[in-house]
């Protein structure tokens, strides 16, 4: 007979078992202390209720972690039907003994009494861990949820680049002359630019990529500006795309729906590769993009290194 598998919420006393716990489940996504701390206990929607943890005489041996809406994203809000779980696992030694399907009925009988009728993993921003499941890395984790009748929405890809030699290609250049002789041109970001920069952000991307753009310019117009590229395209004097870089993360970058058909996306990317080699880094990488984008992003040297899933699944 199986030893009885306990549901708890998670305590402060708990993190050092969970990270032990978390790190040997989710092998490719490994976190360390400092992460948690600032990416899930410190999360304005956290909520010690939203971490269930699996206890088996004592021990831990599996998690999963929930969060809704608490404080609301910009103007997007609360979002009063969704949820989200942005991470899972269960001690490799103990897994298909049941222990992940507890979990996962508890989590969501909680989030269903909140009123929450669409689940989805795990993009949950602003501190997802990675987009979804990594199909590749844990093929039992997306048996278990095909299993339990989760669906899949989309499948993002994870790119890198190496940049070391990285050289705009002749093509690219060509392309700048003649957006040029349109009156397009990409340059770096300017204080002056604000004003109508974030309403761009919002009004064609999006709260998220804004809130992305807020903390790269909160940095790009403070302390340790060297280490992040922020560009701007415009067209006369009208802003119509933009790109940012932070380290060796790279995005997001777009430009606005009436101008994607002149090339000023791929002047923007190949731009900003050259400005990161430029600052001394060697690589680029970037955790999501769709198939047709991809296309765009192999131009510039970018190969795939991750394939995710993002799953839903409705409980209301």
Not at 24 to 49: K, S
Request: aromatic share 12%; with cysteine.
């Amino acid at each position: 007979m199986a030893d009885p598998v306990v549901i708890r919420p998670y305590r402060g006393a708990d993190e050092a078992a969970l990270l032990a716990l978390w790190n040997q489940a989710l092998t490719h996504d490994r976190i360390d202390a400092a992460r948690f701390r600032t990416q899930v206990l410190l999360d304005a929607n956290f909520d010690p209720a939203g971490l269930l943890l699996a206890e088996v005489e004592g021990q831990l041996a599996g998690f999963v972690l929930s969060l809704v809406r608490q404080t609301p994203l910009f103007l997007q809000g609360l979002e009063p039907e969704l949820a989200w779980i942005t991470a899972f696992g269960v001690r490799p030694a103990q897994q298909r003994q049941g222990i992940g399907r507890q979990l996962f009925e508890a989590a969501l009988g909680r989030l269903a009494s909140l009123g929450r009728r669409r689940v989805l993993i795990s993009p949950y921003t602003p501190n997802y861990f990675t987009p979804g499941v990594d199909v590749d890395a844990y093929p039992a984790a997306m048996a278990f949820l095909h299993g339990a009748g989760w669906q899949v929405t989309s499948q993002p890809i994870s790119m890198r680049a190496e940049l070391t030699g990285f050289q705009v290609l002749a093509a690219i250049q060509e392309l700048e002359q003649r957006l040029a002789g349109q009156g397009v041109a990409v340059r770096p970001v300017q204080a002056a630019d604000l004003p109508e920069l974030m309403p761009f952000i919002a009004r064609h991307f999006g709260w998220d990529w804004y809130r992305f753009a807020q903390e790269a310019l909160l940095q790009r117009f403070g302390p340790g500006a060297d280490d992040l590229c922020f560009l701007v395209a415009t067209r006369g004097q009208e802003i119509v795309g933009y790109c940012q870089q932070r380290r060796e993360r790279f995005g997001p970058f777009g430009v606005a729906p009436a101008q994607r058909s002149l090339g000023v996306g791929r002047l923007l990317l190949f731009r900003c590769l050259d400005a990161m080699l430029a600052k001394g880094f060697h690589c680029a990488w970037f955790l999501w993009t769709g198939r047709n984008a991809a296309r765009v992003y192999e131009l510039a040297g970018f190969r795939p290194a991750r394939q995710f899933a993002i799953l839903q699944r409705d409980i209301g």
